[in-house]
């Protein structure tokens, strides 16, 4: 099981990646559009359950395999710096795009 995981690491990292960005926005409809807290917290759990976690854990067990640092635990490494660092500033901007797009403005 853990060999076709790694042979089909990288469709795999580009599934979760695809769909942490699909929950991102299904977050960020919740909370503006929705207005609901609780889809609101799922989407959040279901971005760390489906995204962080699975990534963290395919870059250990991948390293664990290869038994040394390849390209693919390189991009993940990335991915998860970027995600701690620079994406938190992107994720306010998408925040606010959401706020503005799914917020009528008051007359």
């Known amino acids: 099981m853990i060999n ?11 599934c979760l990646e695809i ?5 991102t926005f299904f977050m960020l409809y919740a909370r503006y ?13 279901m971005f760390f359950v489906t995204g962080v976690i ?4 395919l870059g250990i067990v991948n390293f664990i395999n290869a038994g040394q640092f390849d390209v693919f635990t390189a ?8 995600g701690f660092t620079l994406g938190r500033v992107h ?6 795009w959401a706020k503005r ?7």
Request: glycine share 2%; proline share 4%.
């Open 33 to 45: 559009k929705m207005n609901s807290s609780g889809w609101f917290r799922i989407s959040a759990v």
């Open 54 to 57: 699975p990534q963290t854990l």
């Open 101 to 107: 797009k799914f917020i009528a403005p008051k007359n």
């Open 91 to 96: 994720t306010r901007r998408i925040d606010r």
């Open 75 to 82: 991009v993940l490494l990335m991915l998860l710096l970027y």
């Open 4 to 14: 076709l995981i790694l042979d089909q690491k990288w469709l795999i990292l580009f």
């Open 19 to 23: 769909l942490a960005w699909l929950i």
